[in-house]
């Protein structure tokens, strides 16, 4: 049984290790409908704001992240947070994805959202398992939500309330 990776706020200096994260799992085609490789650059504009970024690192290096952003522009919707979690193709299968996301769920109500939520792609079968798992409800399916390389893909809409937040 190995120990849990740290989990700790993300910064400028993690930039690069998340661009290639997301670059990893960007080429294997199988989690997000976007095409375009991040730069260190993108990942700055997630950073130092209401919404929380972490990662997970073991031995000095960075195996995953998970990140919120803003849900909708609209004010009556400022509680919810999108989210997205990535780990490193090498470090998957291991309960780093668990871990991550219970400290994620943790700074989000602690950051004072109300709900978490996503959009998983239907064939994402792991991903879905984790989400599950850690009491996220699959509220329904968009179908043919985008398409990827020219396939449509449904994805299935998670949410997750966060109890501390909605008395
Ligand atoms: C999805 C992802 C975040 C999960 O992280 P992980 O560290 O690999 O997952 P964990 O080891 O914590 O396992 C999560 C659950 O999936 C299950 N699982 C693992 N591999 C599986 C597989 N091939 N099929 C079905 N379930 C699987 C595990 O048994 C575990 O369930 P359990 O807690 O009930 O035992 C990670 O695999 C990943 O980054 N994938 C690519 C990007 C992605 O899909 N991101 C999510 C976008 S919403």
């Not at 919810?80 to 780093?96: C, E, K, L």
Request: one cysteine or more; hydrophobic letters at 45%.
């Amino acid at each position: 049984m190995t120990a849990p990776p740290t989990v700790r706020a993300a910064t400028r200096e993690d930039r690069s290790a998340i661009a290639a994260i997301y670059n990893a799992a960007l080429a294997e085609r199988a989690s997000t409908f976007e095409t375009r490789p991040r730069t260190p650059e993108d990942i700055d504009a997630w950073l130092g704001k209401r919404h929380p970024v972490l990662v997970a690192e073991e031995n000095g290096s960075v195996i995953a992240y998970a990140s919120t952003s803003a849900y909708s522009p609209r004010e009556c919707y400022a509680g919810i947070a999108d989210f997205s979690i990535y780990v490193a193709p090498r470090a998957r299968g291991r309960d780093v994805g668990r871990h991550l996301m219970e400290v994620l769920l943790k700074e989000a109500e602690a950051a004072g959202f109300h709900k978490l939520t996503s959009r998983v792609f239907a064939t994402n079968v792991r991903s879905r398992a984790l989400l599950g798992r850690l009491g996220f409800r699959e509220v329904g399916v968009h179908e043919k939500h985008a398409s990827l390389d020219g396939v449509w893909h449904d994805v299935v809409v998670v949410e997750k309330l966060l109890l501390a937040n909605v008395r």
